[in-house]
C-alpha cells in the first residue's frame, strides 16, 4: 500500500540556518506533491506544489525539490526564522483521486 | 481572501448523541473533504465529496458518519451515535479542481469535538 514517511521526531534549528526537512514515498509514483504547513490547533496551509515533470520550485525562503528516482522531497527554507516554528506536512497526490493524504508532518523548532 | 469557515469552533457532546459539524467551503470550489485529526496524530482523510455524492471515503467513515450538502454553501458532517475515540479536531476543506496538474485544498480551522 501507498506510504508516506517524514521524519517524527523534531527538527530544531538556529535562526538564520537553512531548515531542510524530508519526505519519502513508497509503493506508488506521484504526479505532483504538495508540502503544507500546521500550527498548533490550526488547519493545514498550502505552501508548495512540485509535478513530477519540476526537479525544483521556489517561493520566497522556501524550495522544495522532487526526486521521481528516490522517490524523495525535499523541503528547505532558508534563513529560517522563529515565525517559521510549526508542523510541516507532505502530501504527494493519491494517484488519481481527490483527496489530499497526508504524512505524519515534521515539527520544527527554530530557536533564537 | 476567500476562506472555509467553519461552526462551531469547540463543540462538547455526550457519547451516544448525535452531532453535525458545519462548513461553509469556499464559493466557487467543486470538491470538498472532511478530515479528522486526533490530539498529536496525523491528519487523517475521512471523505471528498463531489457533485453532491460522496466520491471517496477512508475506512474511519463508516455508517456512523454521513455528509450532507443541503444547499449552496453549506457542507455538514453528521455524526449518528458519538463515541470516545470521535473526540478529534475535524477539518473541512475544498478544492477548486482536481486531476492531473494538482490542487491546492484549503482548510478551515478547524471544530474541536469532545465526547465525554
Known amino acids: 500500500s501507498q506510504k508516506i514517511e517524514q521524519n517524527s521526531e523534531a527538527l530544531n534549528i538556529q535562526e538564520g540556518k537553512t531548515a531542510t526537512l524530508t519526505c519519502n514515498y513508497t509503493n506508488y509514483s506521484p504526479a505532483y506533491l504538495q508540502w503544507y504547513r500546521q500550527d498548533p490547533g490550526r488547519g493545514p496551509v498550502f505552501l508548495l506544489l512540485i509535478r513530477e515533470n519540476e526537479k525544483e520550485k521556489r517561493k520566497e525562503r522556501l524550495k522544495v525539490t522532487f526526486d521521481t528516482t528516490l522517490k524523495q522531497s525535499l523541503f528547505h527554507i532558508t534563513a529560517s526564522q522563529p515565525a517559521d516554528s510549526a508542523t510541516y506536512l507532505c502530501a504527494p497526490d493519491s494517484g488519481g483521486y481527490q483527496k489530499v493524504t497526508f504524512g505524519t508532518g515534521t515539527k520544527l523548532q527554530v530557536i533564537p | 481572501e476567500p476562506e472555509v469557515t467553519q461552526t462551531p469552533s469547540h463543540q462538547v457532546t455526550q457519547m451516544g448523541q448525535e452531532v453535525i459539524l458545519r462548513c461553509v467551503p469556499i464559493?466557487?470550489?467543486?470538491?470538498f473533504y472532511w478530515y479528522r485529526q486526533i490530539l498529536g496524530q496525523k491528519v487523517e482523510f475521512l471523505v471528498s465529496?463531489?457533485?453532491?455524492?460522496?466520491?471517496?471515503k477512508s475506512e474511519i467513515f463508516d455508517d456512523q458518519f454521513s455528509v450532507e450538502r443541503p444547499d449552496g454553501s453549506n457542507f455538514t458532517l453528521k455524526i449518528r451515535s458519538t463515541k470516545l475515540e470521535d473526540s478529534a479536531m475535524y477539518f473541512c476543506a475544498s478544492s477548486a479542481r482536481q486531476g492531473a496538474g494538482g490542487t491546492e485544498a484549503f482548510f478551515g480551522q478547524g471544530t474541536r469535538l469532545t465526547v465525554v
Open positions: 465529496f463531489y457533485n453532491n455524492e460522496i466520491s471517496e
Open positions: 464559493s466557487n470550489h467543486l470538491y
